[in-house]
């Protein structure tokens, strides 16, 4: 499915950047900035082919390995990791906006393709979209930003049910994904400017 693919590249492309603007934010060496990149930009993929009963792609296919590099590689040279305040800066916003929305999309489709209900298809895009981002807190000592950000992962689920939705009336196609991924970014970006967030207990 061409628009799986293309989602693919451009969640790893995105992320893969704000995984190294993370990374350097927190002074790690080279191979941490590495291991942080193709922890947010692949492992979310990885999770969500494991349960999907796939062989990962990453684990059979040489381009998100490229892209990740090839991503680190542009934010060196163009000095990126010298932004102060790096995660409030709009590449870094827009990078993970867009990687958010793109993964959620290929978690939701490898959903559908593999058959699962409602419930899976939510779960599969959540784990694609912010698997990679757990691990990468995780491994960092910090608090996953899908628990305390800005809809992030309430973005995530809206995605996957509108998707299940458009392909119980198999409207699921290039115009109407990238419809999708429009609106999704809108709402995430708009949500992270105006800082909305679910109710949170006093």
């Not at 906006?97 to 409602?118: A, E, H, Q, R, Y």
């Not at 990468?136 to 939705?165: C, H, K, Q, W």
Request: contains cysteine.
């Amino acid at each position: 499915m061409i628009g799986l693919e293309i989602a693919d590249i451009v969640g790893t492309i995105a992320f893969g950047l704000s995984g190294f603007m993370v990374a350097t934010r927190d002074r790690l060496d080279l191979l941490g900035i590495f291991i942080a990149s193709f922890l947010t930009a692949l492992g979310g993929g990885i999770l969500r082919d494991t349960v999907a009963n796939r062989v990962p792609f990453v684990f059979s296919h040489h381009i998100p390995t490229l892209l990740v590099i090839l991503v680190i590689l542009v934010a060196i040279i163009f000095k990126l990791y010298k932004k102060s305040e790096i995660e409030n800066t709009k590449i870094f916003v827009i990078s993970d906006s867009i990687g958010l929305i793109s993964f959620s999309i290929t978690g939701s489709l490898v959903g559908l393709m593999v058959d699962f209900n409602i419930f899976g298809v939510i779960m599969l895009a959540l784990a694609t979209a912010v698997g990679g981002g757990i691990m990468r807190d995780t491994l960092l000592n910090r608090v996953p930003v899908v628990l305390t950000s800005e809809l992030y992962g309430t973005v995530s689920i809206l995605i996957a049910i509108i998707i299940f939705v458009l392909d119980y009336f198999e409207q699921v196609n290039s115009i109407s994904l990238l419809l999708v991924f429009c609106f999704g970014l809108t709402l995430r970006l708009v949500a992270y400017y105006k800082r909305w967030h679910l109710p949170k207990l006093d």
